[in-house]
């Protein structure tokens, strides 16, 4: 290809949302995704144990939307991020992209995909190298890819940092000059350099003060309208999921136990862990005050992903449990239109075990229901009238 083509393809307009939305056909499908590392021991390094951080993912992206992925520190979503980039090796399944099959590409084969697609990382002080210029870090997908932009790299690159909220003239400057707010900025840009068609975002704005998460929010947002993107977007704050997201994953032990709609999700929640997790979202709303709220406490920790619950990997922590849940791995499956469960005893839908009615011992202290009373804001005192210094 020479570079006058590749000139041509850097200046093809992007899809907008709406052209990409009416796509029929998913842009990323993934079936059974698995990642187990292996622990190992003794002089000859045998296996002994896996931890089973991605056990088995099923779930599709479509043109132009944003798939949020939530849930609790350890669950799998920065493993599943890096898994469907291919920054890791599955050890089972498939991935899909634009048809064709990535799952075990080599870095050869996978080099062309990188244009297409891209990942933002959290920690935008350890993702940027510190000996190189925002020109060079953001300019090296161009070089790295072979690609010569219309204008030049140095133009192409100060455009960007334009878009992402930067001035040009920081073209020669280093990352240590930058706060951590500009820093993630500088790392998007080097993300959506080459245009990608898919956007991987491992908690981009948790590592930020929060007066700066809403404006890279924000950004990401005028980002896709404005180059057609389609994001999966991996946080543990769901108000930020709930801001950016078409359909929301909500991950637990390293499988998706609840996949629906933003608003299904958060009008009628199915799975008792995702009740859980949203009846703990504080609501900043001044009209709440006085008002009376339950909160759902789960006792006891995550079980380790060394030795997963046999079964429903949530049932050693749900007040729902019976037997079956200890037996019987659920199904992720629809139970409403666009949203699916994996849940033997769901919440707002028909119980998928009705025959199971005994709960089991631990399941009656596996929670704590806490009444929390929002209160007024109560009125600032006011400070006593200085008094006069006479001279």
Known sequence: MNDDVKGQEMTTPAQTPA????????????????????????????????VQAVDGLTFDVRPGETLGV????????????????RLLEP????????GTDITHLNTGKMRPLRRDVQMIFQDPYSSLNPRHTIGTIVGAPFKLQGVKPEGGVKKTVQEMLERVGLSPEHYNRYPHEFSGGQRQRIGIARALALRPKLVVADEPVSALDVSIQAQVVNLLDDLQDELGLTYVIIAHDLSVIRHVSDRIAVMYLGKIVELADRKDLYATPMHPYTKALLSAVPVPDPRRRGVKSERILLRGDVPSPIDPPAGCRFHTRCWKATQICTTKEPPLIPLATGHQVACHHPENAADQAPEDTTLLSAAKEAVEVVTVVAKAEEEPTPEPPAKRVEK
Do not use: N, W
Request: proline fraction near 4%; charge should be positive; glycine fraction near 16%.
């Open 19 to 50: 052209q990409t939305k009416g796509a029929s056909e998913p842009l990323l499908k993934v079936d059974g995704l698995v990642k187990h590392f292996p622990i190992k021991k003794g002089l000859l390094q045998r296996q002994v144990a896996a």
């Open 70 to 85: 939530v849930g609790e520190s350890g669950c799998g979503k920065s493993t599943m991020g890096r898994l469907i980039t």
């Open 91 to 98: 050890t089972g399944g498939r991935i899909e992209f634009e």
